[in-house]
């Protein structure tokens, strides 16, 4: 992107999305993204992994979890 502008110093960026962390449920210890995460990927039959290479690899069968910061980062 930076190649792109004239001057790369005025470049910004706006984050359209929340960033949702993986936590358990204090009264059910449920992980409630998980599980959310878990249906999205059902639901939309999703076969393929996350963009990031690494973080497919480092959960084999569970690749929803790249969604979520805290596994992709």
Excluded: H, W
């Amino acid at each position: 992107m930076r190649s792109l502008l004239k001057d790369p110093t005025v470049l910004s960026v706006v984050a359209d999305s929340g960033i949702f962390a993986n936590a358990s449920l204090p009264n059910t210890a449920t992980y409630m993204f998980d599980v959310l995460a878990q249906n999205l990927f059902k639901i939309a039959n999703l076969d393929e992994s996350s963009p990031v290479e690494g973080c497919n690899l480092k959960y084999p069968g569970e690749e929803y979890k790249c969604i979520f910061v805290q596994y992709n980062y």
